[in-house]
């Protein structure tokens, strides 16, 4: 991508600043594992409680709870449109970072059963944990310019573009979401879901700040 086009999207800098520094390749291959774990362990926790989250992800709850579609597979192919806005918008770097996110995700998420067994879990508990889990990893992966595609892409493009905390729009979107829910899952189940989307997106309006941490360089 052209320098002008590129630099022009995501982290502008004055030009009386110093660009922040690049992660190297291994920092952001850590990071993209570890936000991707994070996030999809707390989507378990969504799943086996029977909550939703909203955005992509929510229509893919919603995909499996209507009609038995696996969250990892609805999830995958629910978020390959957005890649041409990353690209048109945000630049290579970046699509491929939150395609390699996205993959990992829609694998971890169906792998973690393997793993771990739920005997019992209390809804509201598990809206909590799971929605600060989800934060959390979407933090780090927009520290390391990546995210997990569909509104998360937009929500972050309006915020660098005017200013439009992505916390707050994400969460409007998520709210719309969680909405439609009311129509396959009982209220209990919603509420708690409502209280998961305030949580993660609390977590990430509190902690992504342009003014304290430039994640976004020249793609």
């Not at 067994?117 to 959390?136: I, N, Q, S």
Request: proline share 2%; charged share 15%.
């Amino acid at each position: 991508m052209a320098r002008g086009r590129g630099s022009a999207i995501l982290g502008r800098v004055s030009e009386t600043e110093s660009p922040a520094p690049q992660h190297s390749l291994l920092e952001d291959v850590f990071a993209i594992l570890v936000g991707t774990l994070f996030i999809s362990f707390g989507i378990v926790l969504f799943k086996q409680a029977g909550l939703l989250t909203g955005g992509t992800s929510g229509i893919a709850f919603l995909g499996l709870y209507l009609g038995g579609v696996p969250f990892g597979l609805g999830f995958f192919l629910i978020n390959l449109p957005f890649y041409v806005l990353a690209v048109m918008r945000v630049g290579w770097r970046f699509t491929v970072k939150t395609f390699c996110a996205v993959a990992l995700v829609s694998v971890l998420s169906e792998s973690h059963r393997y793993f771990i067994d739920f005997a019992r879990l209390e809804p509201f508990y598990a809206a909590v944990l799971g929605g600060l889990l989800l934060g959390m990893g979407f933090i780090v992966l927009f520290r390391h310019q990546a995210s997990l595609g569909g509104i998360n892409i937009l929500a972050l493009y309006l915020q660098e573009k005017y200013g439009l905390r992505a916390g707050k729009f994400q969460m409007a979107v998520d709210l719309a979401v969680l909405a439609a829910a009311l129509l396959v899952v009982e209220w209990r189940l919603v509420l708690a879901s409502v209280i998961g989307s305030v949580a993660m997106n609390a977590m990430i309006w509190v902690n992504h700040r342009r003014d304290r941490y430039v994640a976004w360089s020249a793609a």
